[in-house]
């Protein structure tokens, strides 16, 4: 992997060149690795106690550059309320906002988007819709996105709104999920005509490295426990090799409870006991859907932030990576996840006060305010949602 | 495939060798198929049944953890129900080197056509990678292409949702299962994950068919094909293509993680919904865990030829096996359906409404459901139903 750019003066920090991964026998120490114990995630402090952001960062002259990408269906109209609030709030942070839609041709408007991400470090984006029916369509632009930028890990935070009924209360996961592998690297053919075979990918360097990241994650957040899911029952060497990683990982923090569950039971428990989960660990296909069943059950895709957190670069979305095409432009998306996912990106710049002063104001909206779009069974408009979250952000920015 | 052995002389059925699929183009007709219209799904009696002096031979296997517990109480509410079927034991467990007990066991299937199974442990400890599941080996031996579950919020038992009715058609022999691994450098490790056309299109047709049969409105079909465009855009084409064989059945495709989340927030969506193998694992224990847990949902393997009931949510039950806990009414559903199969319509209600009844009427509540019961209490309480209720057949 390539040393990480320094951007700017006052936030310079060198890190080492994460050593190469040697090859080694799997009969010996599967999941022996070289790289370097580091700390990825937003809102710690690695090599300096004032400084709280890893990876590259634009920053001149006090503000920050952030590159956005509006994306498909209800990223426009999102974005566009993002830097609303952002401007109420004065936050010190510009966009540089990079276009790719989902029409064919776009190779170079992802190859635009991936370097103004290298160069910023930091984005924030919109879902990008894939052409499924379409078989001349490529790649997903979504997974192509995180795999160029080596975006490995995807954290998602399940927590029970205050004020926001749901079947089940008290739940807080945080679900951590390998992003750049597994079931995602379309690697298929048709060898014989009517049989595709689709390849699953599993290596003891990204499972190693995604286990390190969620028992770090664990013991930075305080988090008591972490849960590998898996299917290796019948997934034996692949998942088995993911199982492997996380259990010798374990052993490096003995102070946090591990378990594993298949992915059966998993998602059984899911819907009948969600409490009983703390930190979760995963493969891409099943870190989807277990995302999409913590979403739905602490309120739906409108909700739940997702950052892509990578060792140099990060990108913030929303969790469930929708892109609504069916309600653009009628003003009825909820804009929360878009919102927490900017105030999250706030907070791995560093930009703690006024990442606190959006998350507030968003959940005083939906608490206090109860501000209910389409999506959790109430009347109230996109924009009915953005103002009242303006509204508290200009109030309690003057005391900043 | 080979033709059906005729078992008994009541139930003499003559069921046509089914043609061989032949290969085709993808490009031209991808789901053209000469597969017979068949009527798989049990209360229409097909396929091998051994049947002799009217009494029907079933082959059990009890399987590991809870397994032979739950059979055991089977055999006891058979009893008092006069139900006419004999039990054939077969045990596998989950020892190395039990290839002859496989061997066995599906050759008792093969003769008997039905069996009741519990769930056999597969060790995923990494150093027996050898050690292929023996509940995937049978069904994919006996070709039980289908495995049905039926989602039904159970009348009297409180959940967080109600009105759930949905029929969950999961592909049951290829996708993930096919143990096809290997690790050509160290610390990679590829698996495979195999769709066909010729599986896809059968699945499809046996759910649209079943649809139809039963009366449902909507077939789901759920799939990936975003990210695994060729495979998972196979299973799409294919269901496609045989949704316009059923023009008066609605259908729609969704992605398997929205389809997660509706699951979790609107399962009243649903009505019978398809897929391939891991994401009908996957939805199966959601549906089953919406409707009250794995205590609670029989499941049917439906082959052309075969049929192996067994619970839905398929667990081995190990923590809690030997200790009178486990919920009896999985396996005792399943057993009915397995009658319903055979064409023992009335024991097969007989046994369903006592089970019914023992958890509206009698509260009786295992552990799993937050109670204090044991299995022996809620066995008790269905076998005095079926007795009462036996007298009057």
Same mark, same amino acid.
């Given at each position: 992997m390539?040393?990480?750019l320094?951007?700017?003066?006052?936030?310079?920090?060198?890190?080492?060149?994460?050593?190469?991964?040697?090859?080694f026998?799997?009969s010996?120490?599967?999941?022996?690795?070289?790289l370097?114990t580091?700390?990825?995630?937003?809102?710690?402090?690695?090599?300096?106690?004032?400084?709280?952001t890893?990876?590259a960062s634009?920053?001149?002259?006090?503000?920050?550059?952030?590159?956005?990408?509006p994306?498909?269906?209800?990223?426009?109209?999102?974005?566009? =309320?993002?830097?609303?609030?952002?401007?109420y709030?004065g936050?010190?942070?510009?966009?540089e906002e990079v276009q790719?839609?989902?029409?064919?041709g776009?190779?170079?408007?992802?190859e635009?988007?991936?370097?103004?991400?290298?160069r910023?470090?930091?984005a924030?984006?919109?879902?990008?819709?894939?052409?499924?029916?379409?078989?001349?369509?490529?790649?997903s632009?979504?997974?192509a996105v995180?795999v160029?930028?080596?975006?490995f890990?995807n954290v998602?935070?399940c927590?029970?709104?205050p004020?926001?009924?749901?079947? =089940?209360?008290?739940?807080?996961i945080?679900?951590?999920?390998?992003n750049?592998?597994?079931?995602?690297?379309?690697?298929?053919?048709?060898?014989?005509?009517?049989v595709?075979?689709?390849?699953?990918?599993i290596t003891?360097?990204?499972s190693?490295r995604i286990a390190?990241?969620?028992?770090?994650?664990?013991?930075?957040?305080?988090?008591?426990?972490?849960?590998a899911?898996?299917k290796?029952?019948?997934?034996?060497?692949?998942?088995g090799?993911?199982?492997?990683?996380?259990?010798?990982?374990?052993?490096?923090?003995?102070?946090?409870?591990?378990e594993?569950?298949?992915?059966?039971n998993c998602?059984?428990?899911?819907?009948?006991?969600?409490?009983?989960?703390d930190?979760?660990?995963?493969?891409?296909l099943?870190?989807n859907?277990?995302?999409?069943?913590?979403a739905?059950?602490?309120?739906?895709?409108?909700?739940?932030?997702?950052?892509?957190?990578?060792?140099?670069?990060?990108?913030?979305?929303?969790a469930t990576r929708?892109t609504g095409k069916?309600?653009?432009?009628?003003?009825v998306?909820?804009?929360?996840?878009?919102?927490?996912?900017?105030?999250?990106?706030?907070?791995?710049?560093?930009?703690?006060?006024?990442?606190?002063?959006?998350?507030?104001?968003?959940?005083?909206?939906?608490a206090?305010?109860?501000?209910?779009?389409p999506?959790?069974?109430g009347q =109230?408009?996109t924009?009915?949602?953005?103002?009242?979250?303006?509204?508290e952000?200009?109030?309690?920015?003057?005391?900043?």
């Amino acid at each position: 992997m390539a040393s990480v750019l320094q951007k700017c003066s006052v936030l310079c920090r060198s890190l080492p060149a994460s050593a190469a991964v040697k090859a080694f026998s799997r009969s010996t120490a599967p999941c022996a690795s070289s790289l370097q114990t580091k700390d990825f995630h937003s809102g710690a402090a690695v090599y300096s106690q004032q400084l709280a952001t890893v990876g590259a960062s634009s920053k001149y002259g006090g503000r920050y550059t952030v590159t956005m990408i509006p994306g498909d269906g209800i990223g426009p109209e999102l974005m566009a =309320h993002v830097k609303d609030v952002f401007r109420y709030a004065g936050v010190p942070v510009d966009f540089e906002e990079v276009q790719i839609t989902s029409q064919e041709g776009d190779d170079v408007a992802i190859e635009n988007a991936i370097t103004a991400i290298k160069r910023n470090g930091v984005a924030l984006k919109g879902g990008l819709k894939t052409l499924h029916l379409d078989p001349s369509f490529g790649v997903s632009r979504n997974v192509a996105v995180r795999v160029r930028l080596d975006l490995f890990a995807n954290v998602l935070r399940c927590k029970t709104f205050p004020g926001l009924p749901s079947r =089940h209360g008290d739940i807080d996961i945080v679900i951590i999920r390998e992003n750049t592998e597994g079931e995602y690297t379309s690697l298929e053919h048709e060898n014989v005509p009517g049989v595709v075979e689709s390849y699953k990918i599993i290596t003891a360097k990204n499972s190693e490295r995604i286990a390190r990241y969620a028992f770090e994650y664990a013991q930075r957040h305080g988090r008591k426990k972490v849960t590998a899911v898996h299917k290796a029952n019948i997934m034996k060497m692949g998942d088995g090799l993911f199982l492997e990683c996380c259990k010798k990982m374990s052993e490096e923090f003995p102070n946090i409870e591990y378990e594993s569950m298949i992915i059966d039971n998993c998602s059984m428990q899911m819907v009948s006991r969600p409490q009983q989960f703390d930190v979760m660990v995963m493969p891409n296909l099943y870190g989807n859907i277990i995302s999409n069943i913590g979403a739905g059950l602490v309120g739906g895709p409108g909700l739940v932030p997702g950052e892509n957190i990578g060792q140099e670069y990060a990108v913030f979305e929303t969790a469930t990576r929708n892109t609504g095409k069916s309600i653009a432009g009628q003003n009825v998306a909820n804009p929360t996840a878009m919102l927490l996912a900017s105030a999250l990106m706030l907070e791995h710049l560093g930009l703690d006060k006024y990442a606190s002063l959006i998350e507030n104001a968003v959940y005083k909206a939906l608490a206090d305010n109860k501000i209910r779009t389409p999506d959790l069974g109430g009347q =109230h408009s996109t924009v009915d949602m953005v103002q009242t979250v303006v509204k508290e952000v200009e109030a309690q920015a003057a005391k900043l």
